[in-house]
């Protein structure tokens, strides 16, 4: 799986745009970008994932370059809800088990 | 609700005892995995199962065992050869093609008394 390279910690004000970078300059051709997210004591929570083309769900949208090797998670409009550790994985299309490498990602804090 | 539930929330180890983390799933997903975490750090993969009644060890399974009895099942049980077991562990599964798409529990934070 490739490795992914993100900021440590990010701040946003509530109801701005939270967009969270990540680096994944060796990604292969199969390898798809995920992103997940942890609030404090609480398991993971899977938020969207994408190829090549940028992807929208009710949660998020992630932009992927071009040459595929980055890409931004954006929270339209942060609430103090999304206040978490932000975890970008690449990893080969669901083409068979196994664990998810969780890296350190990025604490982000929105405040008031 | 459909979901993963882990029980307890909060667990107390004495040394030499082993415990049992509890996992169940409702969402009928073929495969289930465990999950350690430490303070500041990421998830490590300490088990994980793809069918009934067959299992593989992840990168720290040394001190831990598991069983996977039953489809919605698959109980952690850490033993008294795991001498540091204060972590939070983690339950998830997934299934179909979907494989990159893990459910994650609420976790059993586990502490040695």
């Known amino acids: 799986d490739a490795k992914t390279t993100q900021p440590p910690s990010m701040d946003c004000a509530e109801g701005r745009a939270a967009n969270l970078p990540c680096n994944h300059s060796?990604?292969?051709?199969?390898?798809?970008v995920y992103w997940y997210r942890q609030i404090h004591s609480q398991g993971p929570q899977y938020i969207i994932h994408g190829l090549k083309n940028n992807e929208t769900n009710e949660m998020a949208s992630l932009i992927i370059t071009e040459d595929r090797k980055s890409s931004t998670l954006i929270l339209p409009h942060a609430t103090l809800r999304d206040t978490a550790v932000y975890y970008c994985?690449?990893?080969?299309?669901?083409?068979?088990?196994?664990?998810?490498?969780f890296g350190q990602g990025t604490i982000l804090t929105v405040h008031p | 609700d459909g979901g993963i539930t882990q029980s307890p929330k909060y667990l107390f180890r004495k040394e030499g005892q082993n415990v049992t983390l509890s996992c169940e799933q409702n969402?009928?997903?073929?495969?289930m995995y465990w999950y350690r975490q430490d303070p500041g750090q990421g998830l490590r993969l300490i088990y994980y199962?793809?069918?009934?009644?067959?299992?593989q060890k992840g990168d720290i399974a040394e001190g831990y065992s598991v069983s996977r009895e039953k489809k919605e099942s698959f109980p952690l049980t850490v033993t008294s050869a795991q001498k540091n077991p204060t972590a939070f562990y983690l339950c998830?599964?997934?299934?179909?093609?979907?494989?990159?798409?893990?459910?994650f529990g609420a976790g059993t934070r586990l502490s040695v008394l």
């Open positions: 060796t990604i292969s051709g199969n390898e798809y």
């Open positions: 998830a599964s997934n299934a179909g093609l979907s494989k990159n798409i893990q459910y």
């Open positions: 199962s793809q069918i009934v009644n067959d299992f």
């Open positions: 969402l009928n997903h073929d495969a």
């Open positions: 994985i690449v990893r080969a299309g669901g083409t068979s088990y196994g664990k998810l490498t």
